[in-house]
Nanobody, 127 residues
Framework: QVQLVESGGGLVQAGGSLRLSCAMSGRTTRTYPMGWFRQVPGKEREFLAAHTWTWTRPNTDYADSVKGRFTISRDNAQNTVYLQMNSLKPEDTAVYYC??????????????????WGQGTQVTVSS
């Protein structure tokens, strides 16, 4: 079993930055592909970013909507995954979730099929 706990959400003005954290615990979390998603009420959950490993090399993938503004990173020593969010816009307002995937994946295959989810953290961007 894997437990994920997000933190770092809050209220920020447009153009500002936030860093979300996802603390991981449980079995073999260090090799699992990890992703960040967000959801607005009444809409489907949206993929944002994924972090995977190819042998010892990290790979990342981003949705077009956040590419160049958001950065996913991972600190295995701390069992934590981060999402650095810059140049935030009001349309980034959502509940943000981190997720872990048991099966290895690559490229756009890491945008779906996640097995474990955190409880979410609210991000609100004011105009």
């Amino acid at each position: 079993q894997v437990q994920l706990v997000e933190s770092g959400g809050g209220l920020v003005q447009a153009g500002g930055s936030l860093r979300l954290s996802c603390a991981m615990s449980g079995r073999t979390t260090r090799t699992y592909p990890m992703g960040w998603f967000r959801q607005v009420p009444g809409k489907e959950r949206e993929f944002l970013a994924a972090h995977t490993w190819t042998w010892t090399r990290p790979n990342t993938d981003y949705a077009d909507s956040v590419k160049g503004r958001f950065t996913i990173s991972r600190d295995n020593a701390q069992n934590t995954v981060y999402l650095q969010m810059n140049s935030l816009k009001p349309e980034d307002t959502a509940v943000y979730y981190c997720a872990a995937k048991i099966e290895a994946c690559s490229g756009t295959g890491c945008r779906r099929g996640y097995d474990y989810w955190g409880q979410g953290t609210q991000v609100t961007v004011s105009s």
